[in-house]
């Protein structure tokens, strides 16, 4: 894999794994572009970076939860938080040598449906009927909890988005945009702890054979990761996830032309 190729890669995980346009379908698409393949365990790896870099900006968000479990005795915004996380981690971790292995999840047909169907829902969102408000992840009821965990399932396709699918559903499940996106990205840390722990234990084979590549693709993922959560959460505290929904319906109109011609 090529220096170019790499930091082209670090950039696009960095960028879509929080902006809700989709880090696996983009990364599909590019791994496609430059060498006709997708090479799942690299984009697996180059979650570290990414992983990082939440940790990194929500740090004070984090070491408040922690300390409301040890010393407030506060466990209800930690529970909900597994409660999400569950369906995808469970799920995502049976089917991973099959997520791996098949076509399914290296198809740029895929992506082009999935970036279309959910771009229509992001730009119809606002209309949807949507439960009761609630002011933050905390007062999520443990119900709510689980039906956003159920939506992330969906993120295992590629094209979906994992920070897409969660936004909208805690949109639905009462929470306003920002603070729909804020409990997403904290759900979002026990999956990405557990695909980090995954990939270092079990793949250590391809770790130690691909060592520099990795290193730089994740120093990029993670500049461009930080960047990338801070311009979101701004964004929403302001504006709709439309933008993106357009951007999603383009990006899948022209993959879709561009399968066409071939």
């Excluded at 740029?108 to 959910?118: N, P, R, S």
């Amino acid at each position: 894999m090529q220096a170019l190729e790499i930091i082209i890669l670090g950039i696009i995980q960095g960028l879509t794994e929080f902006i809700p346009i989709s880090s696996s379908g983009h990364l599909v698409i590019a791994q496609n572009f430059f060498s006709g393949a997708s090479d799942h365990l690299y984009l697996e790896f180059i979650n570290i970076g990414t992983f990082v870099a939440l940790l990194v900006y929500f740090r004070t968000r984090i070491i408040d939860i922690v300390r409301d479990i040890f010393l407030n005795k506060k466990y209800k915004l930690a529970l909900n938080i597994l409660i999400t996380a569950l369906p995808a981690g469970i799920i995502g971790f049976m089917l991973s040598d099959f997520i791996g292995s098949s076509a399914f999840f290296g198809s740029l047909v895929v992506v082009a449906v999935t970036l279309g169907l959910v771009g229509i829902i992001m730009i119809l969102l606002e209309s949807f009927p949507k439960a009761s408000a609630v002011n933050d992840g905390e007062s999520l009821s443990y119900k709510r909890a689980l039906i956003i965990g159920l939506a992330q399932v969906s993120a295992l396709i590629p094209g979906v988005s994992r920070s897409g699918s969660t936004i909208i559903a805690g949109r639905l499940a009462g929470l306003n945009v920002a603070s729909a996106a804020e409990y997403s990205f904290l759900a979002s840390l026990p999956i990405m702890f557990g695909v980090t722990l995954k990939v270092l234990v079990s793949d250590r084979t391809y770790l130690m054979s691909n060592l520099g590549p990795l290193i730089l693709g994740n120093v990029v993922a993670f500049i461009s990761g930080i960047i990338a959560v801070g311009f979101l959460m701004k964004y929403l505290s302001r504006h709709s996830l439309a933008i993106f929904g357009w951007y999603r319906i383009g990006l899948s109109a022209v993959l879709a032309l561009v399968l066409l011609l071939q």
